[in-house]
């Protein structure tokens, strides 16, 4: 087992700038905005003027809230992330819940289900709570059949147009509970050879379904072990609750799959390096592993 500090280091059109006071600031393509960070417990290096640029984020409720606008900047545009290897497209825009459409921290994983998809060659790929799809553009660019599952209706439309956007055909959209879909895929004797999952802390099925991780997570793995298809494969596993280290993913994928699976495993931490001081910011957990290639 590998233990990694993983951080993209490719990005062009991403940048985190400063981090401090529970906010960072960060820059997509062109445009700069400021949003609530409940790690960045230090004090920012920039001074303030530098923070007041084209977006800001005001929590209002819980998990919501609006954006303040200081310029005339859309708050719709496109992003491209472009690598040695990948290159994918993004629609970003500006929601209420703070986030933007994609997860930068998440290029390393990207690259890692690409290459995957590419060495299995047409690997079918299921990836649950898959929001809008940067995953999933991986893995189709991979080479994969991608079956995409969110719950939110919205968002699998956001998803579709991503994959229009990078002229990908080879995606199946599917709005359903994650929990009650692989039940069902385990019935039918389904099988993957690979599973992309990136949990919420707590959330709802698109027929009011609870979840809560702490209590769920470890009965979806036992589900998804038996989907993963036994002689090869991979997984990859993301989780942004500060209550989860990458330790406790590792115990949960060691009770759930079988020993010659977890051979290649790595989990860790991502990372976001900032920009005024070369400083790390913590951007969730990860566990992943590959095994008959």
């Keep these: 087992m ?24 960060e820059r997509f393509g062109k445009v700069i905005l400021q949003r609530p960070e409940p790690q960045a417990v230090w ?20 998990h919501q809230g609006k954006w303040l606008s200081f310029s005339q900047k859309p708050t719709r545009w496109e992003l491209v992330y472009q690598s040695s290897k990948l290159k994918l497209s993004f ?8 986030h933007v459409g994609i997860f930068p921290e998440q290029a390393v994983n990207w690259e890692y289900i ?15 709570f898959a929001y809008t799809g940067a995953a999933s553009l991986a893995a189709a660019k991979g080479g994969g059949e ?22 990908l055909k080879n995606l199946h959209w599917v709005v359903e509970d994650a929990m009650l879909f692989v039940k069902r895929e385990v019935k039918r004797k389904k099988n993957y050879e690979g599973i992309l999952l990136d949990p919420p802390s707590f959330g709802n099925g698109p027929k009011g379904e609870k979840w809560k991780l702490e209590e769920k997570i470890h009965e979806l793995m036992l589900y998804v072990a038996q989907l993963l298809n036994p002689k ?18 590792e115990s949960i994928l060691k009770t759930c799959f079988q ?24 951007a969730g957990v990860f566990a992943r592993f590959r095994y008959g290639f």
């Design 2 to 25: 590998k233990y990694l500090l993983a951080t993209p280091k490719e990005w062009k059109n991403y940048e985190l700038l400063d981090s401090g006071n529970f906010q960072k600031l």
């Design 43 to 62: 004090a920012p290096k920039l001074p303030i003027e530098e923070w007041i640029k084209d977006f800001e984020f005001v929590q209002e409720k819980s």
């Design 91 to 98: 629609h970003l825009s500006l929601t209420n819940f703070k």
């Design 114 to 128: 690409y290459e995957a998809c590419k060495d299995l060659y047409q690997p079918k790929v299921l990836n649950l």
């Design 146 to 167: 991608v079956y995409h599952l969110d719950s939110i209706k919205q968002v699998i439309n956001w998803a579709n147009e991503n994959a229009i956007l990078n002229g």
């Design 232 to 249: 090869k494969g991979f997984l990859v596993l993301n989780c942004y609750s500060i209550g989860f280290s990458a330790i406790i993913l």
């Design 259 to 282: 020993p010659y699976q977890l051979q290649n495993l790595e989990i860790g931490e991502l990372l976001l390096l900032e920009k005024a001081r070369n400083i790390f910011l913590p």
